[in-house]
Nanobody, 121 residues
Framework: QVQLKESGGGLVQAGDSLRLSCTAS????????MGWRRQAPGKEREFVASINWSGSNTYYADSVKGRFTISRDNARNTVYLQMNSLKPDDTAVYYC??????????????WGQGTPVTVSS
């Protein structure tokens, strides 16, 4: 099985930036579409972004387009989420995901434990 571990979350103010990292182990990293999903308090878990094995195809939720950037480093088995211009509505637990297909309409096969991001106004 694949294990995913996120890091980089924290408490920031609106307008600040964070970079989340997710390192995979126990599988072939390049075989998976990687992504990020998040869950705000009291809300359903939602898609944030995904990236295919080569990095040539990316998808973003409308709410984060222009502010967040997903990237991956296959040599390090790591996927990143650069989060700029953070808003209070971005407050959530962010989960790293791995799956076989890109985009918001496919359920990931693997999930990380999550890293919390809190954005104050």
């Amino acid at each position: 099985q694949v294990q995913l571990k996120e890091s980089g979350g924290g408490l920031v103010q609106a307008g600040d930036s964070l970079r989340l990292s997710c390192t995979a182990s126990g599988g072939s990293f390049t075989s998976y579409v990687m992504g990020w999903r998040r869950q705000a308090p009291g809300k359903e878990r939602e898609f944030v972004a995904s990236i295919n094995w080569s990095g040539s195809n990316t998808y973003y939720a409308d709410s984060v387009k222009g502010r967040f950037t997903i990237s991956r480093d296959n040599a390090r088995n790591t996927v990143y989420l650069q989060m700029n211009s953070l808003k209070p509505d971005d407050t959530a637990v962010y989960y790293c995901t791995a799956g076989s297909r890109s985009g918001p309409y496919y359920s990931p096969n693997y999930w990380g434990q999550g890293t919390p991001v809190t954005v104050s106004s």
